[in-house]
């Protein structure tokens, strides 16, 4: 027997007679296979792991007990796999020993170890073919930045325009990690530079790795079913010229939140305010409204590459003053220090990949 100890969110996913390949250290050249045969149903209170029992052949008496090893365990890593079973080529549409996973058979009939019934081995989630929900979207492991529960990639929305995307993660395969949501097969992500561009993003106050709660829409955009109702009462047009506006400018309420919005016609265009107090603002500044308006309407979770990657030339070091106090120490010499602007390349975009 081979004892692994996994993490319970990976013991999960592993079904009794599944594949384990095995690199015994004593044997480092040698591959050697086995199944699973027993999963602890407990967690181990010291460890916070789970034991799982692996069979493998000793034929020849060259493992021993104590040696220590190192397993794989192949699972399908598409968002659906769980629930579409697991498809293993040596099990399809095959039967085996509920108590010996290594005895395998084509047909029904008895274990010759324990006497049992062997059993369907779909009765243990394992299917007769595999199907495309095991595919999985990948991402290369530096693409994605995280901190804490928190994880988003940077999407190329236009050439050099950046949106942070936040995204739920899946297994990590070798150099890649799998995307369950929150990015499509085909769209470009950055792998290099999305560190300077987070920086930008939070200098900017924008949506960033730090708060990226910020690129999430506000609950039915921010108008409750009050709200709703009171510019449902609206004309048609009206309705959803409002509902996509959704603030006063002037005041910066949700259109709705005081009555029925009163309609303004400022320099050709429909603005929508809270309340008539606010009209007079309104018609004395309408640049500065109107572009209020644009501002809320524009993305404020992109990041211009072009514009925004360039850096502000770095600062002539200061002389510092040391204190008579301090201990003695050389004299500093007198330097010239040549300096310039910085300017880095934009993120080189990659397309997702889809593994199996």
């Known amino acids: 027997w081979l004892m692994l100890e996994l993490f319970p969110e990976d013991a999960a996913a592993i079904r009794y007679g599944q594949k384990v390949e095995a690199i015994i250290q004593s044997q480092p ?16 209170p010291q460890t916070r792991t789970v034991g799982v029992r692996i069979v ?13 090893a190192r397993a794989t365990i192949s699972l399908p890593a598409g968002s659906k796999a769980k629930s579409s079973g697991i498809y293993d080529s040596e099990l399809a549409d095959c039967w085996i020993c509920p108590r010996h996973p290594h005895i395998i058979a084509k047909a029904s009939g008895k274990c010759p170890l324990s006497g049992q019934d062997l059993v369907p081995t779909s009765q243990y989630g394992y299917v007769s073919q595999s199907f495309a929900e095991s595919e999985a979207l990948t991402v290369p492991r530096d693409a994605v930045l995280m901190a804490g529960e928190h994880s988003v990639l940077y999407v190329e929305t236009k050439p050099g325009r950046f949106e ?3 995204v739920v993660l899946g297994p990590i395969c070798g150099e890649q990690i799998v995307i369950l949501k929150g990015v499509t097969q085909g769209e470009q992500v950055a792998t290099r530079g999305n560190f300077l561009i987070d920086s930008q993003m939070q200098l900017a106050g924008n949506p960033s790795l730090i708060d990226p709660t910020r690129a999430e829409p506000l609950p039915d955009e921010g108008l409750s079913e009050t709200m709703l109702a009171t510019l449902s009462k609206l004309p048609k047009t009206d309705q959803k010229l409002a509902e996509n506006q959704r603030i006063c400018p002037v005041t910066m309420m949700y259109l709705g939140s005081m009555g029925a919005p009163p309609k303004v016609d400022v320099n050709g265009e429909t603005v929508f305010i809270c309340c008539e107090g606010c009209r007079e603002s309104l018609l004395e500044h309408p640049q500065k409204y109107l572009e209020i308006i644009k501002t809320a309407d524009a993305s404020k979770n992109q990041f211009d590459s072009e514009n925004d990657m360039e850096l502000p030339p770095l600062d002539m070091p200061e002389i510092m003053e040391f204190d ?11 330097m010239e220090i040549e300096h310039e602007s910085l300017k880095l390349k934009p993120p080189r975009p990659v397309t997702p990949q889809t593994a199996a």
Do not use: K
């Not at 493998?56 to 220590?68: A, M, T």
């Not at 008579?324 to 007198?334: A, E, G, T």
């Open 324 to 334: 008579d106090s301090l201990p003695p120490i050389d004299m500093p010499m007198d």
């Open 164 to 166: 942070i995307r936040n």
């Open 29 to 44: 050249d040698e591959t050697i296979s086995g199944r699973v045969a027993f999963i602890d149903p407990q967690v181990d």
């Open 56 to 68: 493998i052949p000793n034929l020849q008496g060259q493992l021993r007990v104590g040696d220590y």
